[in-house]
Nanobody, 121 residues
Framework: QVQLVESGGGLVQAGGSLRLSCADSGRTARSMGWFRQAPGKEREFVAAIDWSGVSTHYADSVKGRFAISRDYAKNTVYLQMNSLKPEDTAVYYC????????????????WGQGTQVTVSS
């Protein structure tokens, strides 16, 4: 059974940084996305990277602050989050799919369990 395991969440002050990791137990590189869901809000797209690592996409709210990258040797995708704001507080989920990356969550086949990110003001 293919699994996605996220790590790296935590509590940080506004302006701080965190790096989230998502390890994919699958054997082949897949397109990966990060999504987040804050209490009382719908899940929203954050960032995505395609299987080749060439193409990346970001939500407007995180452009210039977040960076998605991948390590093929570890089959792991990272989300470097800088200049964090209280509005970034949410549970962050990684997702994987075969094919091009997409900003649409329902197009992803596998999801991780989520990791909490809390940004204090």
């Amino acid at each position: 059974q293919v699994q996605l395991v996220e790590s790296g969440g935590g509590l940080v002050q506004a302006g701080g940084s965190l790096r989230l990791s998502c390890a994919d137990s699958g054997r082949t590189a897949r397109s990966m996305g990060w999504f987040r869901q804050a209490p009382g809000k719908e899940r929203e797209f954050v960032a995505a990277i395609d299987w080749s690592g060439v193409s990346t996409h970001y939500a407007d709210s995180v452009k210039g602050r977040f960076a998605i990258s991948r390590d093929y040797a570890k089959n792991t995708v990272y989300l470097q989050m800088n200049s964090l704001k209280p509005e970034d507080t949410a549970v962050y989920y990684c997702a994987a799919r075969v094919g091009p990356s997409t900003t649409v969550g329902r197009n992803y086949e596998d999801w991780g369990q989520g990791t909490q990110v809390t940004v204090s003001s």
